[in-house]
């Protein structure tokens, strides 16, 4: 629904390349990040290929191709060799059927699903991406198991960001999967029990920190949490792949672009022109406060990153109404001013290949028939989808 422009930008989008992987050290934990979609596949399978007792995983999306395979057959030959596995999807993100699957469970491999077909709540998704081997090394991000995630820009692949993590917060992710494991063998579990797992989740008041989000009837922990920072931050940076937050939390980001700074990198591509019209929509009044705003040009942009302060958030959740109130979604959080401006490097890098949206550009696209678009954009992401599902699935 948005529209199609000509859009000039600082370099030739097609020339772009992902950046180098690059590793921090934060508050006792080894962070390795792979903007590249090819080094975060090959890290995935080498840390499954390295599990020597153990495998945690979960995945929002795992498809029946190219990647799915690769990943798939190394999950196998891990069950295989002895290591105990256990392999969870969700059921409305994934097209893979649970045949796909069986390789794994033949070798001995546990293999579930979070919400079958067969119900109503399956609508309200986990999008949590997951995986811990040998309970001490974690994989995570945005990234979902599928050719489009591990695709480099050139073929419009999805531009992401993985972690390799060690330190204390993984204790806290294997505390969060076996809650979900648990949950998802349970055939009557209802919605309610997993809106009291979320309710009941302390992610403690350290400089790093676990915060889920779901189908809560008040705040979850990490739609709080991210909240309470930007009430008194004075910069915010952030790249994220579908941008709608509710009111409150617009509203705060306009306060921090009048007292200090704010930039948004925001999505040029996706795979459904209706988010980015969503997103267009909330354009004018941040740009009136003061803030930049950037659309990525290479290719689709799929990242879950925001850098308040000296804080740094990162993991499976979008700024808009589902990840914020719906989803099931985790974000960590970590108080570390080395790993804050770092973060900020790496959207530096990406503002090379992105449109920069000036007030003047924007008055000159906004015409009568585009306001219409992204206004009717964002309707249906931020009204009609969240509304619709969570009168379906909430309460059921």
């Not at 949950?183 to 919605?191: E, M």
């Not at 306009?254 to 007292?259: C, L, T, Y």
Request: net charge neutral; charged share 30%; aromatic share 10%.
């Amino acid at each position: 629904m948005a529209e199609e422009v000509e859009r000039p930008t600082a370099t030739d989008p097609s020339q772009y390349t992902d950046s180098e992987t690059f590793s921090v050290e934060a508050q006792g934990h080894d962070l390795t990040f792979y903007p590249s979609g090819a080094d975060r596949l090959d890290q995935l399978v080498k840390t499954i290929g390295d599990a020597q007792e153990s495998l945690r995983m979960f995945y929002y999306m795992f498809q029946e191709d190219e990647a799915g395979t690769r990943v798939r057959d190394a999950i196998a030959e891990a069950a295989g060799r002895g290591v105990t596995v256990s392999l969870l999807i969700d059921r409305f993100g994934t097209d893979a059927p649970d045949e796909f699957f069986d390789p794994i469970v033949e070798n001995g491999g546990h293999f579930g699903v979070f919400s079958k077909k067969k119900t109503r709540r399956y609508l309200i998704r986990n999008h949590q991406k997951i995986c811990i081997a040998d309970e001490r090394v974690a994989m995570v991000g945005g990234f979902n198991v599928s050719d489009n995630y591990f695709a480099p820009p050139c073929e419009n692949g999805w531009c992401d960001l993985g972690c390799r993590m060690t330190g204390p917060v993984v204790d806290d992710l294997l505390r969060w999967y076996d809650q979900l494991r648990e949950y998802s063998a349970d055939d009557d579990a209802q919605y309610r029990a997993v809106r009291k797992l979320i309710k009941d989740w302390d992610p403690g008041d350290g400089p790093v920190q676990l915060t889920l989000g779901g189908p809560t009837r008040s705040s979850s922990n990490w739609a709080r949490r991210v909240k309470s920072d930007l009430v008194h931050a004075k910069r915010l940076d952030m790249a994220m792949a579908y941008f709608s937050p509710p009111r409150s939390f617009r509203r705060l980001i306009r306060r921090i672009a009048r007292r200090g700074k704010v930039r948004l990198m925001m999505a040029g591509k996706s795979d459904n022109q209706t988010t980015i019209a969503a997103a267009r929509a909330t354009y004018r009044q941040t740009l009136k406060a003061g803030g930049e705003i950037y659309e990525f040009q290479p290719c689709k942009l799929h990242k879950k990153l925001i850098v308040i302060d000296d804080i740094t958030y990162f993991g499976s959740a979008n700024f808009d109404h589902r990840s914020i109130r719906l989803n099931l979604e985790l974000m960590f959080r970590f108080e570390d001013a080395g790993l804050a401006d770092r973060m900020r490097q790496h959207i530096d890098e990406m503002t090379e290949a992105a449109l920069k949206v000036t007030p003047e550009y924007h008055r000159t696209h906004s015409s009568l028939w585009n306001r219409f678009k992204w206004w009717l954009g964002w309707t249906m992401v931020s009204t009609v989808d969240y509304t619709v599902a969570r009168r379906l699935n909430v309460d059921a």
